[in-house]
């Protein structure tokens, strides 16, 4: 057996009240889990999903999913997320961006609100990180368990996981943060993800926030992740699109309108994504990030930490992980890093994963 | 004297037949010269502008000029460009992006057709950058230059100075390439250039090209140029606009409205710089790079190349100048790579480039 069974379930929250204040009410989490949790409920590891994830961190492509999930290469038997060993729990966040997937549930923008029975568009309430591993938290209360061998996650997943360290110390022994911002995000990403949401705001279709009834901003949400993919790749990826035009005959140096290859490759991806994921979702993510950092809360911690940047990254490139580590060490606590050396940019943190797991494995056991 | 006295002249360069064979009338074209061309005429550097640059490469501040020219630190009495022994020329491309600023004179979508009387628009033909080194080399020849001592440019001025190599072998014995994509524009360069565009097309005053009589599309153009901006700086400089909220009593954590310093920031560069650029010249400028190849004529070139690549540089990060020095030694040419270490990104090419004089001033006399 090289695969894991996966299954959908879903967590009925109640009321939660949110970092802003606000109040959600119905609160609903879509989570997967991985082998089995022992009697003690001590053989628990968290994973955190990336930016536009979702909790299918793993299992085999199906008629369900079209591609394995996102660390397959991580989590099963023998792997390095061992699920022989280990019970892997992988919950989608408040306002995930897959809410319209037809598969991963969350509460977000696209959700109903109780108020009104309409989707609440932007009038959601604002949320954070912290929201995020707050609900997280009481997911894992449902299911007995009281503290983890480890949180890991990749990119968002890594902000989520460091999160957790310093709002549960008690719960978090070990932190895997995989091609991550670090302990805050830096004005630079910060700029860069806001600059990701505005092809979203600038979509006539957007409305505000209020499309749900009718055309939702395609166009704008794809502009958007192209964006985002871009910048997840590296010249070598991109390299292999290959060179020269994306339709035959129609040469870029007879018109302006004619598209190279790559380009055409990376609207393609795009366009297909956007027809899954949501538009005012992806602008409460962005903000719930840039909102991100720890390091005021960095006393509160009793975690170790590995950091495995992807040395080609272009998304949170591997200073900002050398950074986190050098702040943690300053902080009086216990950090590593071990460098992905690979040349797939951000995507290596999950394509490229298994070349981690030797170090993934000897931490966990240290 | 520190600075250089700079004189705004215009060339009418008559009909020039682009390589897409059309044909433009009244080709003119902007250029500044600085120091003194000797009785020999033998005496000339072709400086090369950027993407959005002007002819203004040197000079100071003054009444017309908010800044000084953008290579100023190079060019002037006793700098590496040595205006007491070279005579400077710098002209505007075609289609340049500066043509609204009441100041820089070129030929492109914003100019006149003469046979409608109404601005080109996006019936301007496709220019390449071969177009604007033919449309420079009439312009030298109206000086009576026949050989020039080197061409040299940032970033976009580095691609038409390596083109120069290869179009006019025989004037040109030395290529100083700053900043550079190389000897093509890579598909991953290309496509960050192709994103550049989309908030252009997106914005409905764009009107597909036809607003020279209306309102220009002002905000896509804005995030156009956001998107060029925050790729050219680097996490230093962005962390030096600070880490908090833009204005006072609008803390994002409790928006989603409320803006960061360095998005504001970032915004107010973007904003203040569109009132003065063109939209459509912009779309015109970047399919033109997306054209660049001179791997294929390499072997006409006799020049040596000086390649100064900007090691923080995420525009065109280092590796590109280091493979165009590899390809361009593989094809029996002589060419070097002195690295800028610096911290600012691709924009330390001009801000940072009196680094590199030494290696310059070597370089000319060698």
New interface residues.
Partial sequence: MNSVKSIQHVSDLGTYRCV?GKRLQNVRIGFETYGTLNADKSNAILVCHYFSGNARAAGPADDVHELPGWWDKLIGPGKALDTDRYFIVSSNTLANLNACDGYSVTTGPASENPETGAAWG?DFP?V?VEDFVRVQKRLLEHLGIERLVAVAGPSGGSVQAIQWSVEYPEMVPRVIAVISPGLYI???A???M??WT??II???AWNRGDYYTANPPR??LA?AL??VN?AS???EV??E???GPAEEGKH?????QH?????AT?DGIARARAETLDANSF??MV?AY??YDVRPRLHKSRARYLFIPSATD?VF?P?LSATAVDDLRAAGLDAELSMLNVSGGHLDGLMQIDRAAAGIRQFLDS
């Fill in positions: 802003s932007m604002l954070t830096h004005p630079y910060a700029a860069m806001e600059l505005r092809p600038a979509d006539p166009e704008g502009q192209a964006l871009l790749l590296s010249y991109v390299g699109f290959g060179y870029p140096a007879e018109s302006l598209q190279f290859i790559a380009d990376l602008l409460y903000h840039k909102l272009m490139p200073h």
